[in-house]
């Protein structure tokens, strides 16, 4: 069989990845204080205006003026830093944070099964919602991850190194990639369509920008072998991309969930990640998911592998949990069950297991939340990352 599949990611400096990097650090600036609180943080971003909003609870004196200056600092450090430009870090920001939910807070705090019995300390924590989150894993890259958004989040990521180090100074913040992969029998053979859409200065040249961005940011990062075959490069496909960001476009959080997750290549349960703490299993769930599918695959028992767990609102344990290893599989679907069914998927397991009380979350904001060996969900041995 041949099919081509494409994924896309973003830089840091696109809309709606500084809005999850201020919905982020947020939840860093939250868990740093208090290592039980709990956030829901929305941002959304405009030219001359940010609003972050949601809930919190916490035990930690964390106001409206520490809120204001951990979202100034995530917008410099996304590269929105020149207080002559439209928007920068001295835009106005309005902080409107209220208090969780009790209703929400006392099904977290004493899980269903706590209040029906249970001594379990496990099952104290109760899920902070339904929903259902998926994980994946595949053999075709080391990392375990689909090639095509691996691929475009290396691109990414090199783009705005390029910017940041000087080495391309007419680049700006915002900027995304996408990568079309050819496959054959289910591996990928060969990239077959490049596309970098980066923002830059006035003065720069579209001729100029496709030779700079072929040598030094795809060259890097895309083996000789994967380009042996005529590969179409665009470079700002509508002529000019000068006007970008928050400037030109509105950012919220969690609006790049396929971006975050696996470009398209598995399900996707709805439910974003970024702003959220560990207590919500859009977040945990997801993680728990991923860790557990990466395990399977990299066992050898299939060569792909996708779990959806559900959770109800308030409850320790899932409310189902599905594998799917799409015919690959290569053990007795007994083992395969077996193997995933040790992970322990209750939050409060997930958090212990990954050490998820942590200020960890701001890195996750931008290149994706899977394939990366710094975090640990992405260690098999399921330990925490420093």
């Not at 928007?87 to 920001?93: A, C, G, L, Q």
């Amino acid at each position: 069989m041949h099919w081509y599949f494409t994924s896309e990611s973003v830089t840091e400096g696109h809309p709606d990845k500084v809005a999850d990097r201020i919905s982020d650090s947020v939840v860093d600036l939250v868990l740093g204080l208090d290592p039980r609180g709990r956030v829901a943080c929305e941002t959304l971003v405009t030219p001359d205006r940010v609003f972050v909003a949601g809930e919190i609870g916490t035990s930690a004196d964390v106001d409206s003026t520490a809120i204001e200056a951990v979202a100034r600092s995530a917008i410099a450090a996304a590269g929105y830093d020149d207080p002559s430009a439209s928007f920068s870090d001295n835009v106005p920001i309005e902080v409107l944070i209220g208090p969780q939910s009790q209703d929400i807070a006392g099904g977290v705090a004493e899980s269903w099964e706590w209040r029906h019995g249970s001594r379990d300390p496990l099952d104290k924590v109760g899920a902070g919602d339904q929903g259902i989150m998926f994980g994946y894993a595949s053999n075709e890259t080391d990392e375990l991850m689909p090639a095509p958004i691996l691929y475009a989040h290396r691109l990414a990521r090199r783009l705005a190194e390029v910017r940041k180090t000087g080495k391309l100074a007419y680049l700006r913040p915002d900027g995304k990639t996408q990568v079309t992969m050819e496959y054959h029998d289910g591996r990928p053979i060969g990239v077959k369509r490049l596309l970098i859409s980066a923002q830059h200065a006035p003065d720069v040249s579209l001729e100029e920008m496709e030779q700079d961005l072929w040598n030094l940011v795809v060259d890097p990062i895309v083996e000789p072998h994967l380009r042996a075959g005529d590969v179409e490069f665009l470079v700002n496909p509508s002529g000019r991309f000068v006007s970008g960001g928050p400037e030109a476009d509105t950012g919220l959080t969690g609006r790049k969930i396929i971006v975050d997750t696996y470009g398209g290549a598995a399900h996707h349960g709805g439910g974003c990640f970024s702003g959220k703490d560990a207590t919500k299993v859009d977040r945990s769930g997801a993680y728990a998911a991923r860790h557990a599918a990466k395990a399977v695959v990299a066992a050898g028992l299939a060569d792909r592998c996708e779990l959806q767990i559900s959770y109800a609102i308030g409850r320790a344990r899932p409310f189902s949990i599905r594998i799917e290893t799409f015919g690959t599989e290569h053990a007795p679907f007994e083992e395969i069950e077996k193997a995933v069914l040790r992970h322990d998927f209750r939050p409060e397991a997930i958090m212990e297991r990954f050490d998820l009380r942590r200020p960890i979350y701001t890195p996750t904001s931008a290149y994706g939340h899977f394939g990366r060996p710094e975090f640990p969900w992405e260690e098999l041995d399921g330990g925490s990352a420093s």
